[in-house]
């Protein structure tokens, strides 16, 4: 008995952490694992988080915000514009038009360059904008998701919301699919018919 005693105590004692740790040694903890890896994707989102985090503006950013919106609408508006002009007075036009073909070659090249450069910094502003949105976003994903989980948990669950578990009984799985009868919409329905 003193033997079968010390070889059960062995394999099993400490409330059966022998054999636990015996299997820890081949297999890896799932529950530890998984554990190890949320730390591991809160404290990754968390410095994705920081890099992505920007102070709030204040009254000159937002002003030179401002601001930097007003070339692209001007741009539309004023071209816009001058098909108006050149259907209300040609010849206004076709002045306007001589003046800025006397506009030499380089300043044409400069006026591109300056135009390329706005609207090249003003895309990649927007672009890093929109990376930091996307990144605010997945940092929002786990909490969806527990969300989620939780709602579809409820919906199953017994006394939940949703569809009641109906077990085996085919009868009742049929009469949880057709639809209740409406009394307001009966009573409609037989007034319309009286009213043909």
Do not use: C
Request: no cysteine.
């Amino acid at each position: 008995m003193g033997l079968i005693e010390r070889i059960v105590s062995l394999v099993f004692g400490d409330g059966g952490r022998g054999v636990k740790n015996a299997v820890e040694v081949f297999r890896e903890n799932a529950e530890a694992a998984g554990i190890r890896e949320g730390e591991l994707r809160a404290r990754a989102m968390a410095q994705f988080g920081s890099e992505f985090a920007q102070p709030r503006k204040g009254l000159f950013d937002r002003m030179i915000d401002g601001l930097n919106r007003l070339p692209r609408p001007a741009l539309a508006f004023g071209t816009l514009g001058l098909f108006i002009a050149a259907m209300v007075d040609p010849v206004w036009f076709a002045s306007r038009m001589q003046g800025i073909a006397l506009v030499p070659e380089p300043l044409w090249w400069l006026l591109g360059a300056i135009v390329s450069f706005y609207f090249g910094a003003r895309h990649q502003a927007k672009g890093q904008e929109f990376q930091r949105q996307i990144g605010q976003s997945l940092a929002a994903v786990p909490k969806v998701l527990g969300n989620l989980e939780r709602l579809e948990h409820s919906k199953t669950a017994p006394g939940g919301i949703g569809v009641a578990g109906a077990g085996t009984d085919a009868r009742l799985d049929l009469a949880i699919i057709e639809p209740e009868t409406n009394p307001a919409l009966t009573a409609w329905q037989r007034g319309a018919d009286i009213g043909r």
